[in-house]
């Protein structure tokens, strides 16, 4: 079987292949692919491999060899699944491989903002400590997270990993009920429980219909002013123009961004454009160690030797 991995740009260069290699005939790879590239690329391929490249129904329509679409990630909006399904072509994705990393970031960002490291070793350098009476020498305020609260909205393999951590350092974990759900599960607390009584707010959850612009206007406006919003889910779960101005007002303390709406974003994006003081982005990698990436890779070789063999996939379409 012939393999064509539509944008490898998405992995680290130091990630190894091999596992992906051993499994298909050939492999060949493309740093990205545009839209008007996909079909000529993918014209004798027997599997796509594409981690955010989209593949429409017209797209599908026209590549009669395709048997298999191995997604290299766990969102799956950017393949029209109906329309795979409706040419009986098998769609895979991959989950588990992240939820070290992600909490991982999640908590190393969190202690930069509650530590004030970096501030603390700015003062050092600038040579304030030198110059002080005492032993130490106090700047922004260190706050602990014990006895904090964290509100988990999605609790798949990444908000547990998150729940595991936080409650090594003596934190309350309240975990969010689907928004506008009819019961609460007994391991769960309502939407609006978690928004007005977090003090920090980790999103977890998948980018649907439902779920877009969760985080908006009126959710922002019932949170603490002294919370802080985690996200390193989907960028189209929060509300942006909504956030910024509750930044800009104070209306909470601190937002911690990994995703935006539109990746990469524009250089004139509304959140990076006006520099607040009180907001950090970074470009989609809390999921990127390279740990992790191995182990995705890993999932992605297992998901095409159990289709070669014809074994039942954990199939999307």
Known sequence: MNAVFLDKQTFSST????????????????????????????????????????????????????????????????????????????????SGYAGLSVAQYVFAQLLEYYQQTSHHNSNTEQGLWSSNDTFCYHGNSISELAGKTLGIIGYGSLGKAVANIAQAFNMKVIISERHQASAIRPDRVSFEQVIKEADIISLHCPQTSDTQNLINESVLSCMKNTAVLVNTARGALIDEPALLTALKTKEIAYAILDVLTQEPPSADHILLHNQLSNLKVTAHIAWASQEAQQRLIALLSQNILAFAQGKRLNRLA
Not at 73 to 93: E, F, K, M, P, Q
């Open 15 to 94: 990630i190894d292949f091999t596992a992906i290699e051993q499994q298909v005939t050939q492999l060949v790879c493309y740093t990205n692919t545009s839209p008007t590239e996909v079909i000529s690329r993918c014209h004798n391929a027997d599997i796509i491999i594409t981690n955010k490249v989209q593949l429409t129904a017209e797209m599908l329509s026209a590549l009669p060899h395709v048997k298999l679409i191995c997604i290299s990630a766990t969102g799956y909006n950017n393949v029209d699944i109906d329309a795979a399904s409706h040419l009986n072509i098998a769609v895979t994705n991959v």
